[in-house]
């Protein structure tokens, strides 16, 4: 090792035994690290010994004052003896007018007397479970106080009943325990329940500067009036109630729930000026295909000026809205949970959570709102649960009888399409369907009924596509003629003036064909739409399908296949193949329609390959909509027939011939593409000169 290396390795142990002795403590920073330490030790000390002793430790005197202050203070007083009584969940506790106290405690399915478990007595057996129960009831007394009596009890349930709604109210919480709807059932034949206690919990919380109230802690005490209305309430003492009550409109899947109270001000501070509602739902999987039920899935809500939002269906997402908004929905594919305040909430944290991995659940939906609230208002709030079908007449029925004087747009619960779309359906599609569904019972039928009447109204313009098309076939020679007499590139656009010049002399418009297709694509992807949110067709059966709502699986496995099970699917679905097959043979029939098909190979195997495409992407789609684009193609093949068993194209011919001779003004379209063609060549032309002069 040289001098230099010895030298660095001397300077380093300098600068780090300096840097040591710069940052040692103090001797009073020493001595006050140590006593700190030390009273740290003993807290822990003190709390353990606390923690050991305290559960196998009789009442002491400070306790037993605390005790009776605490009765004294929350409990009601007898005038004539003045001794204070108090019932608190698990305890009945007295104090006498000397201080002295009393009563009983329940701890281990046994009854103490509270007496026995004061100092200087023997305590009996379990009396360490006993003094544990009796000082958990003193703390709960001085969190809930009135409250503190209602935190434990039997749990129990009132039932409530129309002939759409079967309800069970629970005491706890005073919220709908279970919600069964009685016209529906799952795909596994359970009953369809739209809130049960394993899955759905909801409640108010009143907050104070100290205490925090939450009627899911508190077992309620009902009082029914018939099948109708129960009231659940907590008497408070000194004339203070606070209840919960719900009525179950008659023949409807509507829930009145209002909060009542009276005398409030004793209890909560006139300060407190909101109440926070929370709504956790843990959706259950109702729904053979579970993809659709997925993707249709998800938590909406409205703002005041009726804009209705949605939370992502396909992923998880968590949103703060600080606006006020109407109502809070959590929606599956065919059914809805609703709740409408009479009022607004004025804010919300909401949250959706994907279930991947869950085969009985689809989605955990959170919502944690806040709304107006004053302890002095007899009704501090009331809300409308709507619990029950996605159905449009049913949702428009609440907006035009429930709710008049607001626009509550719950139909936007059902996804029908953007705006021409939902137009489409809401206007002509969704009326149709209805009225056909009142007297005819096979939804099947009424599926092909529609298709009919939806191909009369296109009939017309079908048939004026099929015209042009037979004369563009008349046409076909002439068009090749022109293009033999112009061949190559740089008689592209001499070979298109006189093409569409020869189009304008027989009165033939090569864009008439598309018109019946661009009137036909919105009703197409309206249908698109409506079928897989229709709730008529759940559960209807047609010919082999047992569920229009869902895939007519004929063929189906469990095994994961790369790629094939993650866009085609574990099964095959037989309208979907029928579709296919018959979507090959209309394209076939309009390949052999269109003259100029044969010149563009490339075309023609991409007209072939869509349908194989739509073979992929609609059979995990519902069977009714399958059979819906089934059933149309079949029309618009047998159509195509039709029409050339009665169209001569001979007299087309002669028709046009005679249209040749006439003088014919260039339609404004006509006109304007001439002029575009002729600015192009012009514009040509001068390119090749400029190309010319630089090559020189």
Not at 4 to 16: E, F, K, P, T
Request: charged share 20%.
């Amino acid at each position: 090792m040289d001098k230099n290396s010895i030298l660095g390795i001397v300077l380093m142990a300098a600068i780090i035994i300096g840097f040591m002795l710069y940052n040692q403590p103090s001797p009073e920073e020493l001595e006050q690290q140590r006593r700190e330490a030390a009273e740290q030790q003993k807290l822990e000390q003190q709390k353990s010994d606390a923690e050991a002793v305290a559960p196998f430790d009789s009442i002491s005197a400070a306790e037993a004052q605390t005790i009776a202050a605490t009765v004294r203070e929350l409990g009601t007083t007898d005038s004539l003896t003045h001794s204070s009584t108090l019932k608190i969940a698990g305890a009945t506790l007295t104090a006498a007018a000397d201080g002295k106290i009393g009563g009983t405690v329940e701890a281990g399915g046994k009854v103490f007397d509270v007496a026995s478990l004061t100092a200087g007595s023997t305590l009996p057996a379990g009396g360490a479970e006993a003094c544990k129960a009796l000082r958990k009831a003193l703390a709960d007394a001085a969190r809930y106080r009135g409250f503190a009596k209602y935190i434990s009890g039997d749990s129990a349930t009132v039932k409530l009943a129309n002939k759409l709604v079967s309800l069970e109210i629970s005491n706890k919480g005073a919220e709908i325990a279970r919600a069964v709807l009685n016209d529906y059932s799952s795909y596994d034949s359970t009953a369809v329940e739209m809130m049960s206690p394993a899955t759905n919990s909801y409640g108010f919380t009143l907050t104070t500067a100290t205490q925090r109230f939450d009627t899911r802690e508190f077992f309620f005490t009902p009082h029914q009036v018939g099948d109708s209305i129960v009231e659940m309430s907590l008497d408070l003492g000194d004339g203070a109630t606070f209840a919960i009550r719900y009525t179950l409109l008659p023949d409807s899947y509507l829930v009145r729930m209002d909060v009542l109270q009276n005398g409030m001000q004793a209890v909560i501070p006139s300060t407190v000026a909101s109440m926070d509602f929370s709504w956790k739902q843990k959706m259950p999987r109702n729904e053979a295909g579970r993809v659709f039920e997925e993707r249709n899935s998800a938590l909406y809500y409205m703002f005041m000026d009726g804009d209705v939002e949605n939370l992502s269906e396909n992923k998880s997402e968590a949103k703060e809205v600080s606006e006020r908004f109407k109502w809070v929905g959590y929606k599956n594919q065919f059914f809805s949970a609703v709740m409408m305040a009479r009022t607004n909430f004025s804010s919300a944290e909401f949250d959706s959570e994907v279930l991947e991995n869950d085969p009985d659940f689809i989605k955990t939906m959170t919502t944690e709102a806040t709304l107006e609230y004053s302890p002095s208002a007899a009704n501090p709030a009331s809300f409308t649960f709507y619990l029950g079908p996605n159905s449009y007449p049913l949702l428009s029925d609440i907006q035009e009888n429930i709710y008049p004087e607001s626009n509550m747009n719950l139909t936007k619960l059902i996804p029908l399409g953007w705006s021409l779309f939902r137009w489409i359906n809401t206007l002509i599609i969704i009326p149709l369907f209805s009225f056909l569904g009142s007297f005819i019972s096979n939804y099947g039928i009424i599926i092909l009924l529609l298709t009919i009447f939806i191909k009369i109204i296109l009939f017309p313009f079908t048939y004026k596509s099929y015209m042009s098309q037979a004369r563009m076939r008349v046409l076909a020679p002439e068009v090749k003629a022109i293009n033999d007499k112009y061949p190559g590139q740089e008689n592209a656009m001499k070979r298109q003036q006189e093409t569409m010049a020869l189009y304008s002399r027989a009165g033939a418009n090569p864009m008439s064909g598309c018109l019946p297709m661009l009137l036909q694509m919105p009703i197409l992807i309206a249908m698109f739409s409506f079928f897989p949110s229709a709730i008529e067709l759940r559960g209807e059966s047609f010919l082999w399908v047992k569920d229009l709502s869902a895939p007519d699986a004929i063929v189906s496995w469990t095994a994961n296949i790369p790629f094939i099970s993650s866009t085609f699917g574990n099964h095959i679905s037989l309208f979907c193949l029928l579709m296919t097959v018959t979507n090959i043979l209309y394209t076939r029939i309009t390949m052999q329609n269109q003259p100029s098909s044969s010149s563009m190979p490339g075309m023609k195997w991409m007209m072939y390959l869509m349908p194989l495409m739509f073979l992929f992407f609609f059979n995990n789609y519902a069977a009714g909509l399958s059979y819906y684009y089934f059933l149309s193609l079949l029309i618009t093949i047998v159509q195509t027939y039709i029409f050339r068993r009665v169209v001569n194209e001979e007299k087309v011919r002669a028709k046009m011939a005679e249209n040749a001779k006439k003088p014919r003004k260039k339609s404004g379209f006509m006109a304007r593409l001439e002029e575009a063609q002729r600015k192009q060549e012009a514009l040509m032309r001068e390119q090749a000169r400029q190309n010319a002069k630089k090559r020189r």
